[in-house]
């Protein structure tokens, strides 16, 4: 049984300009020991994904199930789901300097944290806290225990943080874009701490992130979300060496290449549309290069691809020839980026 | 001095920046003592950029690469040292003075949500270097402005819409719009693609090359996403704690870097590509940047280098021709990496007072 089994979750939220369909039916299962790396634009639902399922949403309307460890957790009260957060599922979010209190030492917030769940003294929360520092490689950790927040640089607080969320062992990590905020030599440090605490514990872990270096990095499966939709699903390779998804293509090809020459970047024409407004068919369908006439009408089904665990959600036949066919420049006005001839 | 105008070539250098140096005061927290704090955010940079040509900045958080870029573009007066802008000093010339310089050297910002004022139209955005230029009026504004949207793959129709109804990505455009109002000469690229989405990423680096071969415009472009500067970029120069520590063509530094805190940085980047990923060995750095107010004697990257030896404490390594005397590749590094040497195998020579030493997980790689 996997650890956290969700199933056709659906999560809006009604604001002033209408009903705002954050994520619409997202299916996705996570078991002991890997990394699900979850990708997508600003604005794809990822976020509202993870903060959903731990009972982080205000206001929202929420269907669906998420089963974690046999229990359903949007049907928990929120003094069962309390119990839960913190002890068996630990967050971290991208900004660590909001997410520690400024007042408080960072040593007496983990303290804080492991006696909320875990009767112990407040000597041997604090020897736990010192460990928990160490691990995540805080120098000279049983002094730094003391200081305030302020006085951590960007990486240590975010050490900090994955000291906080890994104080009671908890079976599921959730990482939101936890490497965003920091440089690249201090987001190599940060993941290479999050992969060892895996190896050392055994520990889940779901990765929010935009960034696919980082994907190709650390995760073992991979799902691809678009305007609230799971677009694509499959493990690590398959996505970056046989993905179906046009838009899974399009993210690849946007980015520079590291190794090849650089020519023209292969841009995704438009923009991600509005979640008030999600296009009718796929939603993906007015900037695919390979729309075609069911696209702008059938929402296409999450679907096995070839493989079992490889999904897509285009009606794109595997061919390539076929699909290559198809293949044409969308264009829109006054997007240059699209049109073929420059300007003289 | 020549004038702006008379030019010659294209390999000619359109902007000098000889030993510039920016310190900031801080309040002190020995106030009793009476001494002053400084950060001394850039500490003594030279660095040439030819004409039509894309110079790339790099490092990290508080290097000093948005300080430098602000001195260029006399955001910043510079606590000494000379710049030199198309064959003229222009350090310390008046505000009246830099004024004609002003329209030649133009900035894009990282931010497309702070950068333009919300409760303006875009089209008198855009118009504003005209007004605060005094060129062009009434129809003729409206008709260079809406010349200028088209130019940047904006509707000009959208002449009288707010900021607010643009995405992130024509938000961007807009700034690039005004900063080409004037034709410029330089474009100091700040980050400009950091805040967007990759797939909107992709299109304003289009966008920045065709102008660049269209209008022949010279671009510093900074950025802490190394395959994009790498993408856009002729040369490097890499900033580590108010210096440069190396500079090369891109390729060459790529496959070549000197200084092992380059090494160490490329290294560092996710390359999303599974079969290099799973291929390539990485540099872990041990601790974090010093403080750039009191920044460590010697070679600023000695407490955290691999490499380090005595004399990097000792002696300030300047920036010039380390190996095979290519006098493009210049590196500040007493001990310069050598082809094919994989620095992650080396442990520095310096006592544990003089280095950062690794704890707990750290130690591995």
């Known amino acids: 049984m996997a650890l956290l089994d969700v199933q056709n979750l659906h999560v809006s939220f009604r604001t002033a300009d209408g009903m705002v369909q954050a994520v619409r039916g997202v299916s996705f299962k996570i078991e002991r020991s890997r990394t699900l790396g979850i990708v997508g634009e600003s604005g794809s639902g990822k976020s509202v994904c993870v903060q959903t399922v731990m009972g982080l949403t205000q206001n929202a309307r929420v269907s669906g199930q998420a089963m974690f460890e046999g229990r359903d957790l949007l049907a928990m009260r929120p003094e069962q789901l309390q119990s839960i957060r913190g002890a068996k599922i630990g967050m971290i979010f991208q900004d660590p300097l909001s997410s520690l209190h400024p007042f408080y030492r960072v040593g007496w917030q983990i303290v804080e944290m492991i006696r909320l769940h875990d009767p112990m003294s407040k000597n041997q929360a604090r020897h736990r806290a010192v460990e928990l520092l160490t691990l995540v490689g805080i120098p000279q950790a049983d002094r730094r225990v003391d200081d305030f927040p302020h006085q951590f640089s960007g990486g240590m607080r975010q050490r900090a943080m994955i000291a906080m969320a890994m104080a009671l062992n908890p079976a599921l990590l959730i990482a939101d874009e936890p490497t965003t905020a920091l440089d690249v030599t201090v987001q190599a440090q940060v993941l290479e701490v999050l992969s060892r605490l895996q190896r050392e514990f055994g520990t889940a872990i779901i990765l929010i992130t935009h960034d696919l270096g980082v994907i190709a990095d650390v995760a073992d499966d991979v799902i691809v979300m678009y305007a609230g939709t799971v677009v694509e699903q499959a493990d690590l390779t398959t996505i970056f060496t046989e993905h179906h998804h046009p838009y899974t293509e399009g993210l690849l090809q946007s980015l520079p290449a590291y190794g090849g020459d650089r020519q023209r970047l292969q841009s995704i024409p438009g923009q991600p549309p509005s979640p008030i407004s999600v296009p009718p068919g796929c939603p993906f369908h007015p900037r695919c290069s390979y729309v075609m006439g069911r696209c702008r009408t059938e929402v296409p089904p999450l679907a096995f691809v070839d493989n079992l665990g490889h999904l897509s959600a285009c009606w794109l036949n595997r061919d390539s020839a076929v699909r290559n066919s198809l293949r044409r420049k969308v264009t829109e006005p006054g997007l240059r980026d699209t049109g073929e001839a420059a300007r003289t | ?365």
């Open chain 2, 1 to 365: 001095m020549t004038a702006p105008s008379d030019r010659s070539g294209t390999e000619d250098v359109l902007l000098r920046l000889e030993d510039v140096v920016k310190h900031f005061p801080v309040r002190s927290s020995a106030l009793i003592r009476g001494s002053r704090e400084v950060v001394h955010a850039v500490d003594g940079v030279d660095l040439e950029v030819r004409r039509g040509e894309t110079i790339g900045l790099v490092g990290e958080t508080g290097c000093g690469k948005s300080t430098l870029a602000r001195c260029i573009a006399r955001l910043h007066d510079v606590t000494s040292g000379r710049i030199t802008f198309d064959g003229h000093d222009i350090t310390t010339l008046s505000a009246r003075r830099m004024r004609p310089y002003r329209r030649e050297i133009q900035m894009i910002f990282q931010d497309p949500y702070g950068s333009l004022n919300p409760r303006r139209r875009v089209g008198s955005i855009i118009g504003d270097p005209f007004a605060i230029h005094k060129i062009a009026k009434g129809e003729d504004r409206k008709r260079r402005v809406q010349h200028l949207m088209e130019l940047v793959g904006l509707n000009p129709e959208h002449y009288n819409r707010f900021p607010a109804e643009f995405s992130g990505g024509q938000r961007q455009r807009i700034g690039v719009a005004r900063a080409l109002a004037f034709r410029p000469k330089l474009v100091i690229c700040d980050e400009p693609v950091s805040a967007l989405d990759v797939s909107i990423q992709a299109q304003i680096l289009n966008l920045l090359a065709d102008l660049q071969s269209e209008l022949g415009l010279t671009y510093i472009f900074i950025a802490h996403d190394l395959s994009v500067v790498r993408h856009v970029s002729n040369s490097v120069a890499v900033m580590y704690l108010g210096k440069v520590v190396e500079q090369a063509p891109v390729d060459q530094l790529w496959a070549h870097p000197r200084h092992p805190y380059t090494d160490a940085l490329l290294s560092a980047v996710p390359i999303p590509d599974v079969e290099r990923a799973n291929r390539r060995d990485r540099i872990i750095l041990v601790g974090d940047v010093p403080s750039p107010i009191n920044p460590p004697a010697g070679c600023r990257f000695h407490p955290r280098c691999p490499k380090a030896q005595q004399a990097c404490v000792d002696e300030v390594p300047d920036l010039s021709s380390r190996v095979g005397n290519d006098p493009g590749h210049l590196a500040a590094c007493h001990f310069p990496v050598q082809d094919g040497e994989d620095i992650s195998k080396f442990t520095s020579a310096l006592g544990s007072d003089q280095r950062v030493v690794e704890t707990g997980l750290m130690s591995g790689s």
